[in-house]
C-alpha cells in the first residue's frame, strides 16, 4: 500500500514546454497515438510482445516474471488508465506520468519509484531545441516507461542489447534498466552542448571579426537553450541524491552504484550548463567591445578630417575678406600661392598624424 507524503505526487505541470513540440507530435496534429508493447524477461531470455488489450496484461501478470512495459505516444490517456489497472497500478501514480509537460522529479515510495525527464534534441537549426517527455515507474516484477513521442523503436539500443543478452540474470534486472533508461536520456544532453559550444566558439569569433545585431540574436538563442536545459537538470541535483540517502528497497546494489555515477552526471551537465552560460555572456561583451571600437574608429577618422581643413579653412577664411589693403589680393600668382600653402600645410598634418599612428585601424583583425 502506498502512503505518500501529502502533495508528493500532486502533478506538477510547467507553465510550457521546455522546447519545441517533437515532429511526430506535429506530423498527427496532436499527440502521437498511443501503441504499447512489452518485454518479458522469461527463463529463456528477453522477448518482445505486443499489447492490443488489457486482458494481454493481465495475461503477463499471469507470468510472475519481470515484465517491462512500454506506452509509447499519450494520446489517449484514459485508454491507458484503464489497460494498467490490470497490472495493479495504483491511480495516484499515473497523472504525473501521463499529462504533460511536467517539472523533471524523482519521488521515492516505499514500493514505487517514479521518474519523469525530458528527452531533448535539435531542430534542422541548432538553435531550436525539441523535447517530448518521459516517464519512468519502477514497482515490485514492473518497470513502466511513458514515451510522449518515441524515435523510431523505443529504446532501441538498450532493447537489441537486452534481446541478444536476456539469458544472463544480472541483466534483467528491472531496477538497472531504470538506470540505464535515464541514463540513456541523460547522456543525450552531451552531444547538444557540444554541438552549442563549438556554435558559440564560432559566434565569439565572428563577435571579434565584425560584429552584426544577428549575432546578439544567436547568442541570445542559445543562451536561451542553455537555460531551458539547465532548468531540466537543476532539480535532479538533490533528488537524485536524496533517493541515495533514502536507500529505496526497490534498487539493487548495482542500480544503487549507478545512480551515484548519475548524479556526478548531473552535476557535470550542470556545470558545462554554467561555463556555456558564461560564454553566451562573453559574446554579448566582445560584441560591445568590438562595435565600441569600431566606433571609436569612425571618431578617429572623423577627428583627423576635421584635424586636416580645419587649418585650410583659417587659409580660406583670411583671404575670403575682401579689404582694400590687403597685399597678397592683387598678386597675379596669389590663387596658385594660397593653394600650394593649404597643400603644405595638410601634407605636414597628414605626416606628423601618421608619425603618431593614427591612421592605424585597430578594428582590422589581426
Same mark, same amino acid.
Given at each position: ?33 498511443? %501503441? ?162 563549438? $556554435? ?76 556555456? $552560460? ?70 605636414? %598634418? ?17
Amino acid at each position: 500500500m502506498l502512503r505518500p507524503t501529502p502533495g508528493a505526487l500532486t502533478s506538477r505541470r510547467l507553465e510550457e514546454r521546455p522546447a519545441n513540440l517533437p515532429t511526430e507530435l506535429y506530423v498527427h496534429g496532436g499527440r502521437q497515438p498511443s %501503441q504499447l508493447s512489452a518485454m518479458v524477461f522469461g527463463p529463456s531470455g528477453a522477448e518482445l510482445r505486443a499489447v492490443h488489450t488489457a486482458h494481454d496484461l493481465h495475461q503477463l501478470k499471469g507470468l510472475g516474471v519481470p515484465v517491462w512495459l512500454r506506452v509509447e505516444g499519450l494520446a489517449h490517456p484514459d485508454r491507458i488508465m484503464a489497460q494498467l489497472e490490470g497490472l495493479g497500478i495504483p491511480p495516484l501514480l499515473l497523472p504525473p506520468l501521463l499529462e504533460v509537460p511536467q517539472r523533471p522529479r524523482v519521488d521515492s515510495l516505499d514500493h514505487a519509484l517514479l521518474v519523469v525527464l525530458h528527452r531533448l534534441g535539435t531542430a534542422r537549426d541548432p538553435a531550436h531545441l525539441i523535447s517530448s517527455q518521459v516517464g519512468l515507474l519502477l514497482m515490485p516484477n514492473l518497470l513502466v516507461s511513458f514515451e510522449e513521442a518515441s524515435q523510431g523503436e523505443s529504446f532501441a539500443e538498450i532493447t537489441g542489447w537486452l534481446r541478444s543478452n536476456g539469458s544472463a540474470v544480472d541483466q534483467r534486472d528491472l531496477d538497472d534498466i531504470l538506470h540505464y533508461l535515464i541514463d540513456d536520456v541523460l547522456d543525450g544532453l552531451f552531444p547538444i552542448l557540444e554541438q552549442m559550444a563549438n $556554435r558559440l566558439d564560432e559566434l565569439e569569433e565572428a563577435a571579434l571579426r565584425r560584429a552584426k545585431p544577428r549575432l546578439l540574436t544567436l547568442a541570445f538563442q542559445h543562451r536561451s537553450n542553455v537555460r531551458r536545459i539547465r532548468h531540466q537538470i537543476w532539480p535532479l541535483r538533490h533528488q537524485i541524491r536524496r533517493l541515495l540517502r533514502q536507500r529505496q528497497q526497490l534498487l539493487g546494489p548495482d542500480a544503487l552504484a549507478g545512480f551515484s555515477d548519475m548524479a556526478e552526471q548531473v552535476e557535470l551537465l550542470f556545470e558545462n550548463c554554467e561555463l556555456l $552560460r558564461h560564454q553566451c555572456d562573453g559574446i554579448s561583451q566582445a560584441y560591445a567591445a568590438t562595435v565600441s571600437n569600431r566606433m571609436n574608429q569612425v571618431m578617429k577618422t572623423l577627428t583627423i578630417i576635421t584635424s586636416i581643413f580645419a587649418p585650410l579653412t583659417v587659409i580660406g577664411g583670411i583671404y575670403g575678406m575682401n579689404f582694400d589693403h590687403m597685399p597678397e589680393l592683387h598678386w597675379r600668382y596669389g590663387y596658385a600661392y594660397a593653394l600650394l600653402m593649404m597643400v603644405l600645410v595638410a601634407a605636414l %598634418q597628414v605626416w606628423l598624424l601618421q608619425r603618431r599612428g593614427w591612421f592605424q585601424d585597430w578594428t582590422a583583425p589581426r
